[in-house]
C-alpha cells in the first residue's frame, strides 16, 4: 500500500518530468535573438554601410516646376518608381533614372483627395491606399489614376497603417487612451476576420492632460503627454512591415520585435536596453524619471536589422539619439551618434542616413543637392570619376539625391 508520502514523491517526480519536457519541447521565442543595446552603447564605433547592403546607387532627381520637393521630405523605393513624401504631396520618379513621372492625388475635402500622403502600398497591384478621416481610404495606381475608395469595417479607432499579405489585409490599430486592437486582420472586402489584443496598459485620459510637446528625433517622432502626476511618452513609428516573406510586428514602446505567424505573435528578436528602462516601464512614468530609452525606426533587411534609440526621453533638455545595427549573421550589435550616419564603405562617398526600406530589402534616404555639392567640391578626385559625372553638375536648388543601397 503506498503512503502518502510515497504518492507525495510520485506527483513530485512526473511534475519534474513534465516540466523538463515542456522546457525542450521547442516553445515559441526559444531561439529569440538578443540584439545588445546595453553594451553596444558602451563601446560606440563606426557604423558601415555594408552591414545593411552590397550595393548603393545615387539617384538625381528631377528637377522641375512641378516637381520641387519641399520641406521634411521621406523616400521610399516601390518596384518601379522612388517615392517622394512631405507636407500635402506625394511624387513619384524613375526608379532607374530618377525622371519626375507625376504627382499622386493631393491632400483636400473632395471625393478624391485624401487626409495624409502617406500611403499603404499594395505591391501585388502597384497600388497606393491613402487615408481619408474618419475610416475610408482612397486608391491610386502609380501612374496617378485614381481607383476609387476602400473602406474597413469599423472596428475601434481607424488603422494607423496597413499591410497587403496576399488576399488579406493585416492592420495596426492605436488609441491614445488605449487599450485597442492592435492588430486586426481583414479580407479582401474590408471585413474583420480576427484580432490580436494591444499589450499596451491604458493611457493617461485626455481629461487629465495639462500639455502636450511633440518631438522628432532622428527618424522618430512622439508625443509627450504631460498629466498632473504622470508623464506618457506616445509615438507615432510604423509598427507593422514586411521582410521578405515575413511579417514583422513590434508595438510602441515595446523591447520585443515579433513575427506574425498564423494570427499570433512569434518572438524574433529581444532588446536588451541593461540599465535603462524600455518597453512599457517607460511609456508612463512619475513625474522626474530618468533613464528612460525609446527604441524606434526598426528598418530590416536580409543582412541585418538598423533602428534608433533616444536616450532619457523625458530629459527637457537634449536628448541622446544613437543609430544602431543588429547583425543578423554574427548577432552582434553596434552603435554610434546619430549625428555620424553610416559610414559609405561600399563606394566611399557621404554618410547614409536611411530612412526607409522595403520588403525587399532596398533602404532609401534623400540628400540635399546642396550638401551634395559641398561634398563633391571637397573630394574633387571623386567627382573625376565618370559615375560620378551626374552629382557634379547639381546646383544648391536642385530636388535631393535619393540613395538607394540594396542587398
Excluded at 543582412?303 to 532619457?312: E, I, K, R, Y
Amino acid at each position: 500500500m503506498k503512503t502518502k508520502r510515497t504518492i507525495c514523491k510520485q506527483a513530485c517526480g512526473i511534475i519534474s518530468v513534465l516540466f523538463l519536457l515542456t522546457a525542450c519541447s521547442a516553445p515559441s521565442g526559444e531561439n529569440t535573438g538578443v540584439v545588445d543595446v546595453a553594451t553596444a552603447l558602451e563601446h560606440p564605433t563606426e557604423l558601415k554601410l555594408s552591414q545593411l547592403g552590397n550595393h548603393v546607387r545615387y539617384v538625381p532627381l528631377e528637377t522641375t516646376d512641378s516637381s520641387l520637393i519641399g520641406h521634411r521630405a521621406r523616400v521610399s523605393v516601390l518596384k518601379r518608381h522612388i517615392l517622394v513624401t512631405f507636407p500635402n504631396n506625394c511624387l513619384l520618379f524613375d526608379k532607374e533614372t530618377g525622371k519626375f513621372m507625376g504627382k499622386v492625388g493631393r491632400v483636400g475635402p473632395d471625393p478624391t483627395s485624401y487626409s495624409s500622403p502617406e500611403p499603404c502600398y499594395d505591391e501585388a497591384n502597384d497600388w497606393l491606399y491613402f487615408k481619408r478621416e474618419p475610416y475610408k481610404w482612397v486608391k491610386y495606381d502609380t501612374r496617378g489614376h485614381y481607383l476609387g475608395t476602400f473602406a474597413f469595417s469599423k472596428v475601434g479607432s481607424a488603422p494607423a497603417c496597413c499591410l497587403f499579405d496576399g488576399p488579406r489585409i493585416i492592420a495596426y490599430h492605436e488609441g491614445m487612451e488605449g487599450p485597442a486592437n492592435s492588430i486586426t486582420f481583414f479580407d479582401a472586402s474590408g471585413m474583420a476576420t480576427d484580432s490580436i489584443p494591444s499589450s499596451l496598459g491604458k493611457g493617461i485620459s485626455i481629461r487629465d492632460l495639462l500639455s502636450v510637446n511633440i518631438k522628432k528625433l532622428g527618424n522618430m517622432s512622439f508625443m509627450l503627454l504631460i498629466g498632473k502626476d504622470v508623464h506618457q511618452v506616445t509615438s507615432q513609428d510604423r509598427t507593422l512591415w514586411m521582410s521578405n516573406q515575413n511579417v514583422r510586428f513590434m508595438e510602441h514602446f515595446s523591447d520585443t520585435l515579433y513575427t506574425l505567424e498564423k494570427n499570433r505573435l512569434e518572438p524574433y528578436l529581444v532588446f536588451d536596453t541593461g540599465k535603462w528602462k524600455s518597453g512599457e516601464d517607460a511609456r508612463q512614468v512619475a513625474p522626474g524619471t530618468t533613464d528612460c530609452m525609446m527604441i524606434g525606426s526598426v528598418l530590416e533587411s536580409g543582412n541585418g536589422l538598423f533602428f534608433q534609440c533616444a536616450l532619457d526621453i523625458y530629459n527637457e533638455e537634449k536628448i541622446p539619439v544613437f543609430n544602431g545595427i543588429y547583425d543578423k549573421k554574427t548577432g552582434r550589435t553596434y552603435m554610434a551618434p546619430l549625428e555620424d550616419g553610416i559610414a559609405d564603405d561600399l563606394q566611399g562617398l557621404m554618410p547614409f542616413h536611411p530612412q526607409s526600406v522595403n520588403k525587399h530589402g532596398e533602404y532609401a534616404s534623400l540628400i540635399e543637392a546642396g550638401e551634395v555639392t559641398e561634398w563633391m567640391d571637397g573630394h574633387p578626385e571623386v567627382g573625376r570619376l565618370p559615375q560620378w559625372e551626374p552629382l557634379t553638375k547639381l546646383v544648391e536648388d536642385d530636388n535631393p539625391v535619393a540613395v538607394i543601397v540594396t542587398p
